[in-house]
């Protein structure tokens, strides 16, 4: 199984990443649920929430994938790296619509 680095220089193994980032998300929602009794896309002026019929995702910031090759293993399971996107919202932070203004060319 591969291992990681972390900024102090110890190592993790994927599944303990995986493990650890599963649960940062579930305290994410945890958090807003607590906080706001519902949970809702974080992005400045979407406004979107769980009842607006698209799914609201827990999105990283910098990607465990970033994190793990820039040996700031540990940021993937920080929930301060943590957003929660509509669907819409998360594809154009990833980047991943097509023709959108801010997807790179």
Same mark, same amino acid.
């Given at each position: ?5 972390? &900024? ?9 990443? =995986? ?17 706001h ?11 979107k ?6 799914p609201? =995702?827990?999105?990283? =910031? ?11 293993t ?13 669907? &819409?919202c998360?594809?154009?932070? =990833?980047?991943t ?6 997807t790179?060319?």
């Open positions: 199984m591969p291992s990681y680095k972390m &900024t102090n220089g110890e190592r993790v193994e994927k599944s303990v990443i =995986d493990y650890r980032v599963r649960k940062a998300k579930e305290r994410k929602i945890e958090m807003m649920m607590l906080e009794g519902y949970v809702f896309c974080e992005e400045v002026g979407c406004g929430n769980a009842n607006c019929g698209e609201i =995702d827990c999105s990283h =910031d910098i990607s465990v994938d970033e994190c793990q090759k820039m040996g700031i540990e940021w993937a399971w920080d929930v301060k790296n943590i957003t929660m996107r509509c669907r &819409t998360h594809k154009i932070h =990833d980047k619509i097509i023709g959108h203004p801010l790179k060319k």
